[in-house]
């Protein structure tokens, strides 16, 4: 505080983007009151476009709160400058949706983690956001036969994925490192992507 050159340079935006905030630690993204510099540092972090913060804003509006699009939107910042948890959260909101061009674009960025090696750490990196104080979301995600990605019915695979998730459970409990499990043997890309749907809903309960 004594030198105002270095003081000045501490309140670039810069500074901001890339404060590295640990996303697993709810002391910091408590929903207790915080104290009014935790959320002005917080609030200026967003504004200057951190990453870490605008996904855990953007995960708020979709499941927690306030506005679905300002969220997706704000998902979607985030997806386009390469965080792999925001771009797999994309993807799979996409996929959920009923129409064949929302679906295909989040076929396309699944395939792209999926081809990357990224998804269980995409999922690690969710879970941690939602787990402790933000257990108890107001707009849970579901699959259900009206909204799967394969729709062909000469897939012989097609529908089966609930029951390989269910087979994979039984008996272990849920491992989020699926990569050597659950459908990764399925030649169905659009059946993969049904699979890995069942395993988001499933990082809510």
């Not at 787990?131 to 097609?158: D, F, I």
């Not at 990569?179 to 749907?197: Q, T």
């Amino acid at each position: 505080m004594s030198c105002t050159a270095a003081r000045n340079a501490g309140e670039e935006d810069i500074v901001y983007q890339f404060a590295s905030i640990p996303i697993w630690d709810q002391r910091w993204w408590s929903m207790s009151p915080m104290r009014q510099a935790g959320r002005n540092f917080l609030a200026r972090c967003m504004q200057s476009g951190n990453l870490e913060v605008l996904f855990r804003s953007a995960v708020s509006d979709l499941f927690l709160g306030g506005s679905r699009l300002a969220g997706m939107e704000t998902m979607q910042v985030g997806a386009a400058q390469d965080h792999s948890a925001a771009q797999y959260t994309v993807s799979m909101m996409l996929m959920l949706r009923d129409d064949f061009e929302s679906k295909n674009k989040g076929l396309q960025t699944f395939h792209v983690l999926e081809a990357a090696g990224a998804l269980t750490i995409c999922k690690l990196v969710f879970h941690d956001v939602i787990q402790g104080t933000w257990t108890h979301m107001r707009r849970l995600p579901m699959v259900n036969a009206e909204n799967l990605v394969c729709s062909s019915h000469a897939c012989p695979s097609r529908g089966n994925m609930g029951a390989i998730y269910r087979s994979q459970r039984y008996g272990r409990g849920w491992d989020l490192n699926d990569g050597d499990g659950g459908a990764a043997h399925i030649p169905c890309v659009h059946c993969r992507a049904d699979y890995e749907l069942i395993l988001f809903v499933h990082l809510f309960d």
